[in-house]
T-cell receptor, first 114, second 115 residues
Framework: DTAVSQTPKYLVTQMGNDKSIKCEQN?????MYWYKQDSKKFLKIMFS???????INETVPNRFSPKSPDKAHLNLHINSLELGDSAVYFC?????????????FGPGTRLTVT | DAKTTQPTSMDCAEGRAANLPCNHS???????VYWYRQIHSQGPQYIIH???NNETNEMASLIITEDRKSSTLILPHATLRDTAVYYC????????????????FGQGTILTVHP
């Protein structure tokens, strides 16, 4: 009965490769997010989708492209991976109507670029 | 969103109440106070939120001062499993716009509960 799930949990790859991280939520939420937590443990939002529409796009390199095939899924594709992309990536979801609602986070995907 | 200030770290004895302060002196009337925590190697977990009244749920209590410039998260009976980084976040109330849904995490407070 996992609420927000991510795959894979760990991802080790070489510089220059292209990789994807998948996220699924079974909470019936209409808003999903990607956050990045770097080695200094700062957690920053990258993207947010509401009803499959991009509504938040922080200053993230174009190599990062989120895709939301439906409200329950938000995938993150990263092209030409760089060493600085190594981090833990968290997916989250919330019910977006009305006042701000609490966000539910996935377990994270630890990406290591070598 | 208003900036928050939290102590870097705190200790608490198991079974005692843990009181985590947060200063948000520039908070505006349309901003909520949210608390999340992150246990090591896990995703952040929502704890509680409030606007101006004190709030309580099964996890914690949130006390917001009358002028709303500070708040305290109270874990009434801390356990070892409550050891985590606790984040106090102030967020706009209204929906819509490019900042909608955005949570801005600071450094948080590292709470260590010891036996």
């Amino acid at each position: 009965d996992t609420a927000v799930s991510q795959t894979p949990k760990y991802l080790v790859t070489q510089m220059g490769n292209d990789k994807s991280i998948k996220c699924e939520q079974n909470l019936g939420h209409d808003t999903m997010y990607w956050y990045k937590q770097d080695s200094k443990k700062f957690l920053k939002i990258m993207f947010s989708y509401n009803n499959k529409e991009l509504i938040i796009n922080e200053t993230v390199p174009n190599r990062f492209s989120p895709k939301s095939p439906d409200k329950a899924h938000l995938n993150l594709h990263i092209n030409s991976l760089e060493l600085g992309d190594s981090a833990v990536y968290f997916c989250a979801s919330s019910q977006g109507t009305g006042r701000p609602r609490e966000q539910y986070f996935g377990p994270g995907t630890r990406l290591t670029v070598t | 969103d208003a900036k928050t200030t939290q102590p870097t770290s705190m200790d608490c004895a198991e079974g005692r109440a843990a009181n985590l302060p947060c200063n948000h002196s520039t908070i505006s009337g349309n901003e909520y106070v949210y608390w999340y925590r992150q246990i090591h190697s896990q995703g952040p977990q929502y704890i509680i939120h409030g606007l101006k009244n004190n709030e309580t749920n099964e996890m914690a209590s949130l006390i917001i001062t009358e002028d709303r410039k500070s708040s305290t998260l109270i874990l009434p009976h801390a356990t070892l499993r409550d050891t985590a980084v606790y984040y106090c976040i102030v967020r706009v109330r209204s929906a819509g716009g490019t900042s909608y849904g955005k949570l801005t995490f600071g450094q948080g407070t590292i709470l260590t509960v010891h036996p």
